[in-house]
T-cell receptor
Framework: ETGVTQTPRHLVMGMTNKKSLKCEQH?????MYWYKQSAKKPLELMFV???????ENNSVPSRFSPECPNSSHLFLHLHTLQPEDSALYLC??????????????FGPGTRLTVL | RKEVEQDPGPFNVPEGATVAFNCTYS??????FFWYRQDCRKEPKLLMS???SGNEDGRFTAQLNRASQYISLLIRDSKLSDSATYLC?????????????????FGQGTTLQVKP
């Protein structure tokens, strides 16, 4: 399935590095989301973009910086991360708010390891 | 209290068994409800939406009880391929006056292992 793609699939970075995660959706959706999934914890919503405008920031540290240049692309810029930021980062998209349907479709995720 | 609570399991059942998962949510004004399935080291995938009248999709039946703030998923005739983690998901209403951003709140998931 190629509805929502994410790159890279795996990333290992040091605490002083700067890297970016990329997400692209091919579903014609208007909303895109970043989630973090750590071991043994529920998915945590990080950011919501609706019609390219950030509408929710879930108290995420400033070392995570999202960017949504258009409705099909979403980036998560990373800098000076901590080892506890190691997790699976998932991108999702939905038709919301164009329709009331907020079923979200996920990309395969980027598994991030911070050394 | 967690916004969405599920029994983490694991549920170990034989093939052919019927198994039920339950979920409770704290926001009484929540607007929509879903069950997602997540396989090990994979992304969550939508299994089914949950409607007030209850809905069925093949071997899967979902029920919603708004008065009790309770959602359930019933799987009949379990298959080995049903082994996965099942996530209860809720779209909560935001603070009064705020718009719905479409955010979803995920439970921690219930793990199902179907044995031959």
């Amino acid at each position: 399935e190629t509805g929502v793609t994410q790159t890279p699939r795996h990333l290992v970075m040091g605490m002083t590095n700067k890297k970016s995660l990329k997400c692209e959706q091919h579903l014609g959706h208007n909303a895109m989301y970043w989630y973090k999934q750590s071991a043994k914890k529920p998915l945590e919503l990080m950011f919501v973009y609706s019609l390219e405008e950030r509408v929710e920031n879930n108290s995420v540290p400033s070392r995570f910086s999202p960017e949504c240049p258009n409705s099909s692309h979403l980036f998560l810029h990373l800098h000076t991360l901590q080892p506890e930021d190691s997790a699976l980062y998932l991108c999702a998209s939905s038709q919301f708010p164009r329709t009331g349907n907020n079923e979200q479709f996920f990309g395969p995720g980027t598994r991030l390891t911070v050394l | 209290r967690k916004e969405v609570e599920q029994d983490p399991g694991p549920f170990n059942v034989p093939e052919g068994a019927t198994v039920a998962f339950n979920c409770t949510y704290s926001n009484s004004a929540s607007q929509s409800f879903f069950w997602y399935r997540q396989d090990c080291r994979k992304e969550p995938k939508l299994l089914m939406s949950v409607y007030s009248s209850g809905n069925e999709d093949g071997r899967f039946t979902a029920q919603l009880n708004r008065a009790s703030q309770y959602i359930s998923l019933l799987i009949r005739d379990s298959k080995l391929s049903d082994s996965a983690t099942y996530l209860c998901v809720v779209n909560p209403r935001g603070p009064q006056g705020s718009s719905n951003t479409g955010k979803l709140i995920f439970g921690q998931g219930t793990t199902l292992q179907v044995k031959p």
